[in-house]
């Protein structure tokens, strides 16, 4: 029951802040109903948050591997209309959050795997249900780690069910977010000799930044295929001092950047300490930078069996380019090449009254059912 089974994950309120165990409990049962084997994978610092494989047909014939995030994003301070959690319709459109982003292909996987035999396939079928993409792509970063150190053999070519009106695309930039932060020492602010000011260091950083910044927008690459063929940078955040009267021992920025499909995602970071050590720090300052967060870009080639199958459902027939990172980039870390493909429109996701239509959840249902069987039978 497709509607059911949407109903139910919605009324899951797996915001990425709030737990998902009690969501993946729900999929691992509703995947072993159905003859998988399942495996969870715990995030090693919050045992709340959980990844769910699960496999099944000959492990030795590369098949498919369906695959989604199973948190969503906040809801409050929206103006929603009707309970976000409680799936309702109005006028054919299927209105909650994590209807388009994307519990909707979440549900068309499982209403396909229920119409198929799959005591029949004839090559692996793998379902990867992943926890925290929203921030940062961070569950399928631990589940990337986690397979690299205990190696399991899974299909090559994996369809990740974002919503994207159903055109497939291929590539995507990544996103890595940084903290650097400057330290001098404390002093009263009528005898500023006797300290060191972290914010007169960060100064120096902030130049640097910005430099770099602008050399990044000249370097443009990928034209074609992205709005924006450059890496998009951002300094999002800055803090410092404690009062006016005291000379700043610390300061820091967070500060983001986009690598594009294809390029090393920790190329900028290197760029920027490069440019930070040629810096004249003032007397008693000193720097020290760390990545927070990193989703790597994707770019997967043209010419995949899946792209064959997918074209046949597609609006498009050319292959484009996301402007948001997906899980596909961690999972390429393990030979996994994704495809991202699914109902719904990235326009509404994120926002107040977020919904699929009830046609495309049910084209997205067949076209998952039909993928399984031309990939898997
Ligand atoms: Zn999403």
């Known amino acids: 029951m497709l509607l059911e089974d949407l109903r139910k994950l919605i009324a899951f309120p797996t915001v990425s802040n709030r737990p998902i165990r009690a969501l993946a409990s729900h999929l ?3 995947a072993e109903a159905c003859g998988f084997q399942v495996s969870t994978y715990e995030d090693p610092q919050d045992s709340t948050k959980v990844n769910v494989v699960a496999t099944i047909g000959p492990e030795d014939a590369d098949g498919l591997i369906l695959s989604g995030h199973m948190d969503v994003v906040p809801t409050e301070n929206q103006p929603w209309e009707s309970d976000p959690f409680c799936l309702s319709e109005r006028d054919g459109l299927l209105y909650g959050r994590g209807t388009a982003d994307m519990k909707g292909l979440i549900a068309c996987c499982l209403h396909a795997c229920d119409q198929i035999d799959l ?18 792509c961070r569950g399928s970063g631990l589940l990337a780690k986690a397979l690299t150190e205990s190696p399991r053999r899974l299909p090559t070519e994996c369809l990740i069910g974002e919503p994207t009106d159903f055109q497939i695309l291929h590539m995507h930039p990544g996103h890595v977010s940084l903290r650097i932060e400057t330290r001098g020492e404390s ?15 960060m100064q120096g950083v902030l130049a640097v930044c910005t430099q770099i910044e602008e ?11 992205l709005e924006r063929p450059w890496v998009a940078f951002n300094i999002g955040q800055i803090q410092g001092g404690q009062a006016v009267n005291l000379v700043p021992d610390h300061c820091e920025i967070l500060l983001g950047y986009r690598p594009l499909p294809g390029d090393n995602s920790t190329a900028v970071y ?17 720097i020290s930078t760390s990545i927070r967060t990193l989703s790597p870009a994707l770019m997967t080639p043209k010419g995949l069996a899946l792209q064959e199958a997918l ?62 069987r031309e990939r898997c039978l």
């Open 270 to 286: 290197d760029r920027i300490k490069q440019g930070l050590e040629t810096l004249n720090l003032p007397k008693g300052t000193s």
């Open 311 to 372: 074209s046949k459902h597609a609006c498009v027939h050319e292959l484009g380019a996301a402007s948001f990172a997906t899980d596909g980039g961690n999972l390429a870390s393990l030979g996994i090449r994704s495809l991202i493909f699914g109902p719904g429109s990235i326009d509404v996701a994120h926002k107040a009254n977020e919904y699929v239509s009830h046609d495309a959840l049910l084209k997205g249902a067949k076209m998952v059912e039909a993928v399984i």
């Open 119 to 136: 005591s029949k396939l004839t090559r692996q079928l793998v379902l990867i249900w992943t926890h925290d993409e929203e921030v940062g």
């Open 28 to 30: 691992a049962e509703r």
């Open 187 to 201: 002093a009263h602010s009528s005898k500023p000799d006797l300290g060191a000011s972290a914010i007169k260091a």
């Open 215 to 225: 050399e990044l927008k000249s370097e443009r690459r990928l034209e074609e295929a």
